[in-house]
């Protein structure tokens, strides 16, 4: 052991991390811990197991095999080490600008004191790149995944194990590798969906601030409130819908209003969250102007205009996160569940309502029926009609486009599903759990939902009324500042993740507000072709160029 060099090597980690430092300058002196030196004259430390010490690295030319693992593989990206060694695999890694992070996963504090005190590693310690996770939890690589991988900056994530140590430690790393998987696809689904509406989002938030400045509209809580999909098994639900409406507030999804309308229903209130254009056929028919309409900051613009009561609400985009926080307070609706029950279920707890009965959820396609008759796509699809192509073709067309069905047969018969159904149905139950309401779905022709039980939810109804704040300016001025602002940001430089590090929290957020936009262009452009840094200037570029036209039209 070499006290100096433990001591550099513990100060370089504090700049970063200093509570890991302290935690390792605690640890033990481990006695099932040898070094050896390589041909090359470079220590390999070893680890004793069942009586036998088994080096980490080659013990002919450990640089060397480092360097291999660069070679075998593209540097561009976001890596993640599974076992640390002596980080000879991992040191030819920081000399490359376009690695945005290098993440180290490993096991034993006691293990990394013994190694900190032989082998000077301050350059890899002092590099804002890397970041160490010793011993930790599925929920802290979850946490440090959502935090810290952006991938429309970060690249692919690639993983590569140090495979003499991951041996050593099986279980440990399996758990590791399952919560990274866990995390990449809640991570990989989020992406997907801004590098397709990334700068639908931030378009038609624009457009609505002109309106959303004057909206004073509010909603009255209640302590029942019923949830209306539009899945087939609605139409079986009507007249329960009927009955149970006169003591509770009724809700309705854009896609089941014209269902609710044409059996003479009228809802209390009507949400929508699709950013796409298409959500306009839900409201074809009419929108009861009594009825307040609660729209997605990001919603299409043209659906503003057809209430005359609205209100809008914040999602988790970053966008409409920034306005709410910087110039007017808006509700913030979960709408993380990927669909618009999972909405209409958060603004019914925004409103303190206790228990929330769910219709017409089916996710699924019960007997291979879409949506229940009178949504958007009967009448979509019989103006489309003909003798040639009847309705009824249409319809099979229109589910059997998906070519990853899945069939199922329960109780009610057959029905048909999807992952993304799936992976909704199944977010809900988990949100449902948390809650502090009682969710109740009633039960249809699709996919059963299964709700925990939850003993916290209290027995008292607390009422809270929905409204947006007071705005602390005209969107005029709102805008204009943010338009500033934006482009007084310092340019980007790669690697990226430093770069950030670098800034201002404001700076950062406003860097934040962008990134599903550099998610659009990540899509559409090779990862060869541009550098996240440039991606994100021509990310600020678009975003300027869209702002000063809807400034000085």
Same mark, same amino acid.
């Given at each position: ?9 513990? !100060? ?33 430390? *070893? ?6 010490? /088994?080096? !980490? ?28 060694? @002596? ?37 890899? !310690? ?31 994530? +690639? ?14 790393? %399996?758990? *590791? ?39 004073? *509209? ?38 089941? !209003? ?16 699709? *950013? ?13 102007? $009594? ?35 910087? &110039? ?105 759990? +948390? ?7 009633? +039960? ?31 969107? %005029? ?6 338009? /500033? ?19 201002? %929290? ?18 559409? @452009? ?14 600020? $570029? &678009? ?11």
């Amino acid at each position: 052991m070499n006290p100096n060099i433990l001591e550099r090597n513990l !100060l370089a980690l504090s700049v970063r991390d200093p509570l890991l430092s302290t935690r390792i300058a605690r640890a033990e002196d481990p006695l099932e811990v040898r070094f050896l030196r390589s041909r090359s004259g470079h220590e390999v430390v *070893c680890l004793e197991r069942n009586g036998q010490f /088994h080096p !980490l690295h080659s013990l002919v030319d450990p640089v060397r095999e480092g360097k291999r693992f660069l070679e075998t593989i593209s540097t561009q990206g976001f890596f993640v080490f599974l076992g640390f060694g @002596c980080g000879y695999q991992i040191l030819p890694f920081i000399e490359r600008t376009e690695v945005s992070a290098l993440v180290v996963l490993d096991t034993g504090l006691e293990l990394f004191r013994a190694v900190f005190s032989r082998i000077d590693l301050h350059k890899l !310690l002092l590099d804002p790149r890397v970041q160490f996770l010793i011993d930790p939890s599925p929920e802290e690589i979850n946490q440090f995944l959502l935090s810290r991988y952006i991938p429309a900056i970060s690249g692919d994530m +690639k993983t590569i194990p140090l495979r003499s140590r991951v041996d050593l430690a099986t279980e440990f790393f %399996q758990s *590791c590798m399952g919560a990274l998987k866990k995390g990449i696809e809640t991570l990989s689904d989020d992406f997907t969906v801004q590098t397709h509406f990334g700068k639908k989002w931030f378009t038609n938030s624009l457009l609505n601030l002109k309106v959303a400045e004057k909206s004073t *509209c509010t909603i009255q809580p209640r302590r029942k409130a019923l949830v209306t999909a539009a899945g087939p098994s609605l139409e079986d639900q009507i007249e329960e819908i009927r009955i149970n409406r006169t003591d509770g507030l009724l809700i309705a999804t854009d896609t089941s !209003l014209p269902v609710l309308l044409a059996n003479r229903i009228l809802p209390d209130v009507v949400i929508s969250i699709d *950013c796409q254009h298409i959500s306009y056929n839900h409201f074809m028919n009419g929108f009861p102007q $009594e009825v307040p309409l609660l729209l997605d900051l990001a919603s299409p613009p043209i659906l503003a205009r057809l209430a005359r009561k609205v209100m809008f609400f914040s999602s988790p985009h970053p966008f409409s996160r920034y306005i709410s926080t910087h &110039w007017r307070p808006f509700p913030a609706i979960d709408t993380s569940g990927g669909n618009v029950s999972h909405a209409a279920i958060s603004l019914a707890v925004s409103l303190g309502s206790q228990d929330i009965f769910l219709y017409g959820a089916d996710f699924s396609f019960p007997r291979g029926k879409s949506y229940a008759r009178g949504s958007y796509l009967y009448p979509y699809l019989d103006y489309r009609s003909s003798r040639f192509q009847p309705l009824e073709s249409h319809f099979v067309h229109f589910l059997f486009r998906n070519q990853v069905l899945e069939k199922r047969i329960g109780e009610e018969g057959l029905r048909y599903t999807t992952k993304p159904m799936i992976s909704y149905k199944e977010r809900l139950e988990e949100t449902a759990g +948390k809650l502090p309401a009682r969710i109740i779905p009633i +039960k249809g022709k699709g996919e059963p939902i299964h709700v925990p039980a939850n003993p916290s939810i209290s027995s008292s109804f607390t009422p809270r009324l929905l409204a947006a704040g007071i705005p602390s300016s005209s969107w %005029q001025e709102f805008l204009t500042s943010y338009l /500033h602002k934006t482009k007084a940001l310092p340019d980007p430089s790669d690697p990226v993740i430093s770069y950030l590090d670098s800034l201002s %929290q404001d700076e950062r957020n406003l860097w934040t507000t962008l990134l599903p936009i550099t998610a659009v262009l990540r899509r559409k @452009c090779p990862d060869t072709l541009f550098s996240p840094a440039e991606l994100l200037i021509q990310s600020r $570029e &678009w975003a300027v160029k869209k702002i000063e036209q809807h400034l000085y039209a």
